[in-house]
């Protein structure tokens, strides 16, 4: 009988990898609070002086990433020097006889609690970087190294918890991250974003048990971490990781190659983002803009609907880079698994809870026709299943734009429930494109939990047939598809979609280069002629044995 455990968690960066677990803790540094202290005035100048070193490598790290990372970790740099942080180190250290690592550490877990306690979502995600900050000062405080050399350089990093500066040190050295806390809008899940490192968090205290050096897998996909898995499961997640690996640094190296199939067919190729970092990393990568701006995440831990303000703040960071570019903002998908406390209890999803509160969805709609203004700003909007939703958006849109004299953006539909899909002749006179999102309109088609691990077989004959209904209504009459959903970038159903007619494809920001490169591995015409066959057979492994050499040669690409 198989030992495997599975750790639920949550998924806060794409990718599969397999190695032994690595535990990054703050160890050194707590124990460096219990040591006899020196004497007090010199403590202070240590003190300081550790902080200043923790700032200045913080700022070295920075100096090596993209610009909307640097500026996450050039914050923490400022924090070193913030005066209220000072003081209650000195005080730690005069008034309570602390050590200068115990101090640090005192000041700046008092700091993050403060944070934590706001009950602002911004201000939380820097309470991770404030305790970052204070290990990496206490540890050499304390006389240790906090370098490159003092850290795991491969293997799953396992922890309670990181900093972006950790994950920006950390690199693309290791080979995937689990937490047993954290969050995905927190600055380590969006440095790892940006850095293509799989990444799960949320697992819990049972991922902190694991012993060193256990084989784990880490699913950043599917938000699970497998404990002692199967041999051939293991060996498989390893495979899969290293591909991905080789294939990203040859993605990114033809980054500038047009996304052109081997018969001159163009397909557009855009990012899924929740943020800034994702943003740059796409565009880097060659995405042509975004194709799906996921804007509830930011929000999940609010006690009220987020304000215009809120939109705003939120919105101009992200679609600054994207001047000139497409940039699709989906309107708020609360509900299901990402219910914020505001909303306990309401029934619904996506568009069905926006509609029930207009207020909400007009300063959604303000916020972001402000900040967009010099983007291809479109519109999309989630879990449709009547048309009138459709209409309704239209209105407050065509109200919003004009209040804001500004022209109307392109308005679009998701197509992730069958019954949007069974009016899908009436959706598209509505519309000005549509975006499929495969992933839960596989699972209710097929009568899966979205939420479980494992395939999600986007390419089974029953979703594919869906997708071809809509991919007809829309294109006889001039309305363009895209797909967001993860099949975009998997290489047995990515084909099948170019086949069946799909014009666009939004994946995430770290598999912009790849799937750019697997369109320009594919014969069109013969993803086509096998699309038809698929649509024939009579279940998802015929269909796997059909797209089985096209696969192969794709991921050899």
Known sequence: MSA?????????????????????????????????????????????????TAAAEVEALAAGLNEADAEILITGVLMAADPTLLAG???AILDQGLSAAAAILSSTEEQAALLDSLGDEMLAARASDVRSLGHRAARLASGGSDGPASRPTEGIIVAHDLGPADVAELGTAISAIALASGGITGHAAIVARSLGIPMVVGVGAALLALPEGAEVIVDGDAGAVLADPEVGHFEAARSASAARQQATQQAKAMSSLPAVTRDGVRVVVLANVAGAAEVEAALGAGAEGVGLLRTELSFLDRSSWPTALDHRLFFEPILAPLEGRTATVRLLDFGGDKTPPFLSGQHGRGIDILLRHPGALRDQLSAMLAAGRGTHLHVLVPMVYEVRQLRAVRAALTESAAAAGVPVPLLGAMIEVPAAVTLADQVVREVDFLSIGTNDLTALQLGLDRAEPGAKPAHHPAVLRLIDTVCRAAHAVGVTVAVCGESASDPTAMPLLLGLGVDELSVGSSRVGRVRAWVRAVDHAEATALAGLALLAESAQDVEKLVEPLRTALLAS
């Open 89 to 91: 180190v000195e005080r």
């Open 4 to 52: 495997e455990r599975r750790l639920a968690g949550v998924p806060a960066s794409p990718g599969l990898a397999a190695g032994p677990a690595r535990h990054w803790t703050a160890a050194t540094a707590l124990d460096a609070a219990r040591v006899e202290p020196p004497e007090r005035p010199a403590a202070v100048v240590e003190a300081n002086t550790a902080l200043q």
